[in-house]
């Protein structure tokens, strides 16, 4: 794998999702299903948003290095799921696309509450309610958008392209928790 070019791009993407590059474009058609029946169910779900290293051999966040992403929580069987956005190869550009469980993300989130932070996991927005349904819908939107990923776009902010950070902050819809 590690003989060429694309190896070696296709190895470091292991490193980074877990998961074969080529499933994260051809799962987000599920992705999709998943937010619209969220949209349905809306008061079944919460979400929360978190960041995360953009590696695990990666100690601490750094600006460069974060990764930010979804859970959501089934608040009748507590079962749960991560959801990011994704380059969908290891270049500064590519088509981008939504995922479902990735493994790190998955690996993470698992890790981070059974108080092994070894990703350095922070929760986002916690002083938030996320209004669910809306978000939802902001991700179909995003996906119906034709934006496409740019590894630096928290940094340098470009149009028509995002990251996995400026996917979330821009789907993401917040409100004021309740104080009653």
Not at 5 to 29: H, M, Q
Not at 43 to 70: C, N, P, V
Not at 148 to 156: G, L, N, Q, V
């Amino acid at each position: 794998m590690l003989n060429s070019c694309s190896g070696l791009r296709a190895a470091i993407y292991l490193v980074s999702i877990e998961d074969d590059e080529n499933n994260v474009l051809e799962n987000e058609p599920y992705v999709r299903s998943f937010m619209e029946t969220i949209i349905e169910l809306y008061e079944d779900y919460t979400f929360k948003a978190y960041a995360r290293t953009g590696i695990r051999a990666q100690f601490r966040r750094t600006r460069l290095m974060t990764h930010s992403y979804y859970a959501i929580i089934n608040n009748k069987t507590c079962e749960y799921n991560t959801l990011s956005y994704y380059g969908t190869k290891i270049a500064f550009r590519s088509r981008g696309a939504w995922a479902l469980d990735s493994n790190a993300d998955r690996s993470s989130y698992i890790l981070y509450l059974e108080d092994n932070n070894i990703w350095d996991v922070q929760e986002i927005f916690k002083e938030f309610r996320i209004n669910v349904k809306k978000t939802a819908e902001n991700i179909i939107k995003k996906m119906d958008s034709g934006v496409t990923y740019y590894f630096r776009d928290h940094i340098r902010d470009k149009p028509n392209v995002d990251n996995c950070n400026t996917a979330l902050y821009e789907t993401i819809v917040t409100e004021p928790r309740s104080t009653l």
